[in-house]
């Protein structure tokens, strides 16, 4: 028997099941390089849960004609050069897989235009396969349009989960850029009906958006420094019908139980929304192609950090609630 190297479409379709489990995580990653191109101006288009369509366009700096087919090969980024960025990470994006992956595994149309080109140009991909590169008339920045997600691997499509479940999952991409992001435009429209429009605001009316007006009277802001970072949000003093929490770190949003069970320990199920900073050194984000996982340097400084951000605002707010209640 012979050893060959896989020809490239066959590596990004094996490789796309690590990135791309779901349309959700389409979104995520089209989100992410919309908002390392600089773009503050989103439009999300989604149509049947994001199986039919994943539309995101951007008013960013756009991709370069001759970058257009580099973009969308593996391992090619213009974000990092070299290890050392890996610990000083400044973009969401590095891994340079997340193009590659998406357009193995669709029906992928990238439409791009920069500053200093009077036209647009337009790449076509199905199933990892390049149909056309062409130019077109379009307006500085970026549209990436995935239809028919997996429709070249059916035992996938398969395990897709309704509509309803799909979008669930997208709309909590959609919403923690939208927090993270509060300066910038964003907006969702599904299945030809816009469902948030979201103007530069503060990130409570964000969050209230999302999580119902009704809830803003138990919500009390987080700001704390602590020895080895600062923690900033905003945290409910009663549990909320939304049994959401987010958790964010130097900007991404992650998923982590250290975190989660420190925070419930002190303040049970309560809703909270927090953003973590740590020095770059102290956490990796390199553990998992989402990069949704995180490993931190001293896992205690973490608990510690917590324990002194919320332990000193709860407090706070507690003598505020009994003063209220005495007048
Ligand atoms: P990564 O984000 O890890 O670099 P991707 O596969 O997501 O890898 O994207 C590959 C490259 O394509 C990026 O490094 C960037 O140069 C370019 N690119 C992708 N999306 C956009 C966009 N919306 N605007 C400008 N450039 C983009
Ligand atoms: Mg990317």
């Not at 602590?226 to 959401?244: A, D, E, Q, R």
Request: charged share 25%; hydrophobic share 40%.
């Amino acid at each position: 028997m012979k050893i060959k190297q896989l020809p490239e479409n066959v590596i990004n379709k094996i490789a796309a099941g690590e990135v791309i489990e779901r349309p959700a995580n389409v979104l995520k990653e089209l989100i992410e390089n919309s908002l390392d191109a600089g773009a503050n101006k989103i439009e999300v288009f989604i149509e049947k849960g994001g199986k039919r369509l994943i539309k995101v366009k951007d008013n960013g700096t756009g991709i370069e004609p001759d970058d257009i087919p580099k973009a969308v090969k593996r391992f090619t980024t213009s974000k990092i050069f070299s290890e050392d960025d890996l610990f000083n990470l400044e973009t969401y994006g590095f891994r340079g897989e997340a193009l590659a992956s998406i357009s193995a595994v669709s029906k992928f149309k990238l439409i791009s235009r920069t500053l200093g080109n009077p036209v647009g140009y337009e790449l076509y991909i199905e199933g990892g396969n390049i149909k056309h590169f062409k130019e077109t008339g379009c307006g500085i920045g970026t549209s990436v349009i995935v239809e028919d997600l997996f429709f070249n691997i059916p035992a996938r499509q398969k395990f897709l989960k309704s509509d309803r479940t799909e979008l669930i999952h997208i709309l909590d991409v959609f919403s923690k850029y939208a927090f993270l992001h509060t300066d910038k435009y964003l907006s969702i429209t599904v299945d030809g009906k816009q469902l948030y429009n979201f103007y530069p605001s503060t990130l409570k009316d964000r969050v209230l958006n999302i999580i119902g007006k009704e809830n803003e009277k138990d919500l009390i802001e987080i700001e704390y420094e602590g020895n080895i970072g600062t923690i900033k949000g905003l945290i409910s003093t009663s549990s909320y019908i939304t049994k959401k929490k987010y958790i964010f770190i130097n900007g991404r949003p992650v998923r982590n139980w250290l975190i989660q069970n420190t925070i419930k320990s002190i303040i049970g199920d309560n809703f909270y929304i927090l953003f973590f900073q740590f020095p770059s050194y102290f956490v990796d984000f390199n553990v998992h192609p989402a990069k949704e996982e995180v490993k931190f340097v001293k896992e205690s400084s973490v608990v510690s950090l917590i324990k002194g951000a919320l332990n000193e605002n709860l407090n706070k707010f507690k003598s505020i609630s009994y003063q209220f209640k005495k007048e």
